[in-house]
């Protein structure tokens, strides 16, 4: 019998999030592109509403794609970036290399199905002896190792996680609100609570 213990972290796995939504621009946005090689460009976006995607990279970067512009644009944070599951973070522009201060917001919300019970291919392990002779007719005997598909019976449930991430980008050391994003991510995974032999 096999039980599998989960924990849930006080913060969000940096690379597992990708919040879709809108953004609605009130002011022109200028804001810095860093390349891998930390070059830096400018992209300006105009006022008006755009479906935009926020995609976090790393522990300390994250992009943007905007529709209608036809250039990622891919921040760096100074301090990283360790966004809570429930809660706010606030990265000041100086941080981000750019003229906006960003303030983010996370609203995360799991749930679980009953817990139900179905059969499942799996790999089996097995071992078989061969036997091979040489040229001096030598018999020499080994175990080789197979893997075949067998099938096992699981308990299991459904967990999903639906997040809402809101961005606002103001205008460095001011509560003037050049723009704002709300966007949403969600994600289902099956959980086994038990998982029977392979057979």
Request: hydrophobic fraction near 35%; include cysteine; glycine fraction near 6%.
């Amino acid at each position: 019998m096999k039980h599998l213990l989960l924990l849930l972290p006080l913060f969000i796995l940096t690379s597992c999030i990708d919040p879709t939504g809108n953004l609605h621009v009130n002011e022109k946005l200028s804001l810095i592109h860093t390349t891998v090689f930390n070059n830096h460009k400018t992209v300006t976006v105009a006022p008006g509403d755009y479906n935009m995607t926020l995609t976090i990279k790393s522990n300390d970067r994250f992009k943007l794609q905007i529709s209608g512009i036809n250039k990622d644009i891919k921040i760096k944070t100074k301090r990283g970036l360790s966004i809570p599951e429930n809660g706010a973070i606030f990265l000041p522009a100086a941080d981000l290399g750019q003229k906006y201060d960003m303030h983010i917001t996370m609203n995360t919300k799991t749930t679980n199905s009953d817990r139900r019970i179905k059969r499942e291919t799996c790999d089996r392990i097995e071992y078989r002896t061969v036997c091979r002779s040489d040229s001096a007719g030598h018999t020499r005997c080994y175990q080789q190792q197979y893997v075949t598909i067998g099938r096992r019976d699981v308990e299991y449930y459904i967990q999903t996680v639906a997040r809402v991430m809101n961005l606002e980008m103001l205008l460095a050391n001011s509560n003037i609100e050049a723009a704002n994003f709300s966007g949403r991510d969600n994600d289902s995974r099956q959980i086994n609570v038990w998982e029977g032999f392979c057979r």
